[in-house]
């Protein structure tokens, strides 16, 4: 019973808790705008992919978003795309983008997790930690793509969906703030193993040279 009476007590807090923050204006952090993203990363050159039209953006429920076409010599293109999502309290939330690929056609092949050590911005200096991202395969026809995502909020960027939406409740309790973003990397994926093996270096290239770029672009 003691027992009991706990649970219904904590869950009672809890829930006051979050009904007193969703009464609460939800800070806007500052942050650049995405009209301002760099056209030049790591020696790849970008330019802006065809724009989403009112129903994809209305299904995806972005605040801002860069989608951009990388290019190299020598080398085959990388697709970024990045959704910011400025609060996540009135339905507008991430998903995987793994949902949406079916009905573009697309078909998951394979599917694990990658870990990337990357260089992230702190006070009084850089440093060097890993991050883990989604690693899928997809496929539709004879094309082939490898695909890197990952969720990034408050400068922490995690692999689960489900672990980002635990941290969006921890942070809208402890800061009256859920802006998040939904970070995505792909690029052409051959048959063989030379190929595949060349692809994800060039991913992992990017995002290494990438990832240092975002605090600006996606607060902590």
Known sequence: M?????ILAATFVVATT??????????????QS?????????????????????????????DEYVNLYFTKPA???????????????EGDTMHSPMNCLPGAGWEPEASGRLTIPVTTS????AAEQPITVN??????????????????????????EYTSKVYMVLDAMRTNRTDAALVRVITPLPEDAAG??????????????????LPDYLPS
Request: net charge positive; glycine share 10%; charged share 20%.
């Open 75 to 89: 080398q085959p293109p990388i697709g970024l795309y990045i959704g910011y999502y400025q609060s996540q309290r």
């Open 196 to 213: 595949q093996a060349a692809a994800e270096a060039r991913a992992i290239e990017f995002v290494k040279g990438m990832t240092p770029l």
């Open 135 to 160: 690693r899928y395969v997809i496929r539709k026809g004879i094309d082939r793509q490898l695909v890197l995502y990952w969720y990034q909020s408050h400068g922490r960027a995690v692999a689960s």
């Open 2 to 6: 003691t027992a009991r009476l706990f």
């Open 18 to 31: 979050l009904v007193a923050r969703a009464t609460r204006s939800e800070p806007v952090p500052m942050r």
């Open 34 to 62: 995405f009209a301002t993203f760099p056209s030049g990363i790591a020696g790849w050159q970008g330019r802006a992919a065809e724009p989403f039209d009112q129903k994809v953006l209305a299904v995806l429920g972005v």
């Open 122 to 125: 702190r006070l009084g200096g």
